[in-house]
């Protein structure tokens, strides 16, 4: 066990998984259900049919000493072994609509089973959860449409950025424009990746791309004279190219919640090009803070703003004053609190039990 302290009031640990959880992993890998860092890690905590004891005396040891359990997501509500039983307000501070993202990045024989039992999971947590943060203004009216829960309970709870991390943007005398993508090996991010490898990099042969990120790491031995493959990064390498980059992209194919790479990338200062996805929930204006762009004309739109230089410099400046004034991770955090300290001082909801039909029980 790993013990991380970032403040006097801030920390966390890191409990190992087991052997149960290894062979839960092997099971699902077998069964073709999806890439292990998208679906298997979280999946197969979720799966485990009682929670590993090195678990439980750590959460018991806090539990005692806590006023309000917050979940980041469903697959762990097993593990708040307690819930149902004791009236300590529980908040759900989703990253997304777990169960919705679910159907579109797990496939296989029996990924309808899974895909059933974490929308049970989803729906136990927001039913009887004090509070709900959502990320964006469209997943919340997912939840509502979804689990039909009173609108009052769920909140809105951007990701957010510290503008202040950024280094100054540098004037480059490049040859050549350089494109930005940078991503974790998350499926989305790996289909953006073949979509920048496949199509983009053709059709866009004045520009260099730049991949950075475990998702990345499958395609490290293409050979295409204008992409560069850079494998996972550290902050210091992050920084240094979000200061150089000419342009940041974000091709999104699906996903739900709000993309903190966007965040990043507009609160950097970099001119970014999105879909719709890409941008969803952040209330950005085309053409004002970014540039719209769909799959079928993003080489085109690339193609033409690449080649406007003052465009870039006013649509960057005018995104980056937009998403700092809006998404600095202080004002997200002090508008959370006022929240949870309306909660913490009011009366804790009841909570009812519900049985889970857990697919790995045959």
């Known amino acids: 066990m790993e013990n991380v302290k970032y403040s006097d009031t801030f920390r966390e640990y890191k409990i190992p998984t087991n052997e149960i959880q290894h062979e839960i992993d092997k099971m699902l890998m077998s069964e073709g259900i999806g890439p292990r860092f998208s679906t298997h890690a979280a999946l197969s905590c979720s799966l485990i049919h009682e929670p590993p004891t090195s678990f439980l005396e750590y959460f018991n040891q806090f539990y005692e000493n806590s006023d309000i359990i917050i979940h980041d997501s469903p697959f762990m509500l097993k593990y708040d072994i307690y819930f149902g039983l004791k009236k300590k307000p529980r908040i759900y501070n989703s990253h997304n609509h777990e169960s919705e993202f679910a159907k579109h990045v797990w496939y ?6 899974y895909v059933n039992y974490v929308t049970q999971l989803e729906e136990i947590l927001i039913k009887n959860a004090a509070m709900v943060f959502a990320t964006s203004e469209e997943d919340r009216e997912s939840f509502l449409k979804a689990f039909s829960v009173d609108n009052h309970k769920i909140r809105l709870s951007p990701n957010g950025i510290n503008p202040e991390e950024w280094h100054k943007r540098l004037t480059l005398t490049n040859p050549k424009v350089t494109v930005f993508f940078i991503g974790s090996m998350h499926e989305p991010n790996i289909e953006i990746v073949k979509f920048i490898v496949y199509q983009l990099a053709e059709k866009c042969e004045h520009i260099n791309f730049i991949i950075a990120g475990q998702c990345g790491i ?14 996972e990064i550290d902050d210091k390498q ?3 190219l979000f200061s150089e980059v000419d342009i940041a992209i974000n091709p999104a194919f699906f996903g739900t919640g709000t993309k903190i790479k966007t965040l990043e990338f507009l609160s950097a200062g970099i001119p970014l090009i999105s879909t719709d996805i890409g941008v969803k929930g952040i209330n950005l204006a085309k053409g004002t803070h970014y540039f719209h762009a769909t799959h079928e004309n993003f080489a085109l739109t690339l193609n033409e703003v690449s080649r406007d230089k003052k465009r870039l410099e006013s649509v ?4 980056q004053k937009y998403v700092n004034q809006h998404y600095s ?5 002090k508008m959370m609190k006022k929240q949870i300290d309306a909660l913490y001082m009011g009366t804790p909801n009841e909570y009812n039990s519900f049985p889970l039909n857990n697919p790995t029980k045959k």
Request: a positive charge.
């Open 108 to 113: 296989g024989k029996r990924s309808h089973e």
């Open 218 to 231: 499958g395609f490290s031995k293409i050979n295409i004279p204008n992409i560069k493959i850079l494998g």
């Open 238 to 240: 992050k920084l240094k």
């Open 316 to 319: 960057a400046y005018d995104g």
């Open 329 to 333: 991770w202080e004002g997200i955090a």
